[in-house]
């Protein structure tokens, strides 16, 4: 199965940037939908944001929008999360995942069951 691996974390002031990386180790992410969700201490873990297969569509959540991107290289076998203006309550455990989508699909997987296989994660600190 896939192997991810996540990086880019790290300790980051309020109102700065860091850029996390998802990527596969001997796969291709081309075939799958790609998550970014994360989990504060005594939190559930939820959905951040989320990129088809092709990179065509995306969604974020609302605590997010305006403020992160999510985009994919093929050619390096890599999905980004890009977080600007990030704030205190941005700091949690940062995962990736992969998900099947049937082809064809116009949504976007949002719930955790939905993937199959992810990261260990990157902590994200956001303090001044």
């Known amino acids: 199965q896939l192997q991810l691996v996540e990086s880019g974390g790290g300790l980051v002031q309020p109102g700065g940037s860091l850029r996390l990386s998802c990527a596969a180790s001997g796969f291709t992410l081309d075939y799958y939908a790609i998550g970014w969700f994360r989990q504060a201490p005594g939190k559930e873990r939820e959905g951040v944001s989320c990129i088809s297969s092709s990179g065509s569509r995306t969604n974020y959540a609302d605590s997010v929008k305006g403020r992160f991107t999510i985009s994919r290289d093929s050619a390096k076998n890599t999905v980004y999360l890009l977080m600007n203006s990030l704030k205190p309550e941005d700091t949690a455990v940062y995962y990736c995942?992969?998900?099947?989508?049937?082809?064809?699909?116009?949504?976007?997987?949002?719930?955790?069951?939905?993937?199959?296989?992810w990261g260990q994660g990157t902590q994200v600190t956001v303090s001044s």
């Open positions: 995942a992969a998900a099947r989508v049937p082809v064809g699909t116009t949504w976007l997987p949002a719930r955790r069951d939905q993937y199959f296989t």
